[in-house]
Nanobody, 125 residues
Framework: QVRLVESVGKLVQAGDSLRLSCAASGRTCSNCAMGWFRQAPGKEREFVAAISWSGDSTFFADYVKGRFTISRDNAKNTVYLLMNSLKPEDTAVYYC??????????????????WGQGTQVTVSS
């Protein structure tokens, strides 16, 4: 079992930046791609960003492209999501997830095997 724990989210203002982290522990998730997803109230969970095991490949949802960056430090078993130019519509619970079956990453929710508990990010206008 891989345990994922996200950093505590916070209330920020529009235009601010915030970095989330997700630390993995438990069974070693070798070659796991990692992803970030979010879920706003009353909406479906949606893809935000993903990164390959090596960190060489990243991809983003169109609505965060150019504003968010995903990175990872495998020595620390941690993945990061740097969110710049935050907008009120970015308000959501953010989840990190690990794909134990592929080192490449995916935007598909069913492709991920392990999930964090989620952390609330609120962006005020």
């Amino acid at each position: 079992q891989v345990r994922l724990v996200e950093s505590v989210g916070k209330l920020v203002q529009a235009g601010d930046s915030l970095r989330l982290s997700c630390a993995a522990s438990g069974r070693t998730c070798s070659n796991c791609a990692m992803g970030w997803f979010r879920q706003a109230p009353g909406k479906e969970r949606e893809f935000v960003a993903a990164i390959s095991w090596s960190g060489d490949s990243t991809f983003f949802a169109d609505y965060v492209k150019g504003r968010f960056t995903i990175s990872r430090d495998n020595a620390k078993n941690t993945v990061y999501l740097l969110m710049n130019s935050l907008k009120p519509e970015d308000t959501a619970v953010y989840y990190c997830a690990a794909d134990a079956d592929s080192p490449y990453g995916s935007s598909r929710i069913p492709g991920y095997d392990y999930w964090g508990q989620g952390t609330q990010v609120t962006v005020s206008s």
